[in-house]
């Protein structure tokens, strides 16, 4: 490993990645679309391959060459002196985020959202549930189905993942910066009622109040969206919620059933 160090010195391909040939998985196929996603790689400039002498010319290596080096854009998780929980994709995340390429709030969306499942999933953390399809499972679900695939059908369907992988992070990204458009609009609402939230426009009110005061709610109350009431959840004080609804986007829709299960499991009275 001391001479793949060494011979990277030698020539770099700006904006080139290195990743691991034969079958692959979704975190180096998400690691590759995040660093497309933010403009740091050519998805041309990606380099399958486990030879040290041709990765030591790529700019970024993932998920092969045995070294997790965020300074030197190493990110490998597989060798034994690494314990950490991350696999590439959650490594390259880290790295947007200590980069400053990604705020604080965005690396927690990300993450929340997808990347700590792609990292359990890869390092055998994540239950293998009957009916349950993740992130994971779907990448795995591109992988040519004959294990006899040739160099060539691995690439193709390496590469169709990876577009596959930017589209779904490119809407993410949509979705998480539409939200955050909002909160100013729910950041007014709130001020103006305690009881009730309205808007003139349906527009993602939950997130945003749950990032404007924390992750906790006492009582639940009408929302009104564009004339339309639906059940909410607003307060601030006394009741902690459960994981998914901590931070920016909490995975539960803007619908009655969910908020009464969730009322009913915290106790929290529930009025229209």
Known sequence: MDQFRLSRLTKMISRSLGVHDGTFHADEVTACALLILFDLIDEDK?????????????????DV???????????????????????????????????????????????????????????GRSPQLLGYCTFSHVIAGLTPIHYDATDEEQTEAFF?????????????????????????????????????????????????????????????????????????????????LPHYLEGVSPNVRESTEPFVELCQAFQIPVGR
């Open 160 to 240: 169709l993942a990876v577009r596959f992988a930017l589209g779904h992070l490119k809407r993410l990204l949509g979705r998480y910066k539409y939200t955050v458009d909002c909160r100013k609009e729910v950041a007014v609402a709130m001020k103006k009622y305690r009881t009730c939230l309205y808007f003139d426009r349906a527009l993602p009110w939950l997130e945003n109040f749950f990032a404007l005061t924390g992750a906790t709610a006492a009582y639940a109350v009408n929302v009104v969206q564009n004339n339309c009431t639906e059940m909410g959840i607003v307060g601030t004080e006394g009741v902690s």
């Open 46 to 62: 990606i380099i399958r391959t486990r030879d040290s002498a041709k990765l030591a010319n790529c700019e970024y290596v993932c």
């Open 65 to 123: 060459g045995g070294l997790y080096d965020p300074l030197k854009k190493l990110f490998d998780h597989h060798q034994s002196d690494y314990q950490g929980k991350l696999s590439s994709a959650g490594m390259i995340l880290l790295y947007l985020k200590e980069k400053k390429i990604l705020t604080v709030e965005e690396y927690a969306f990300f993450n929340n959202m997808l990347i700590i499942g792609i990292d359990d999933h890869d390092n």
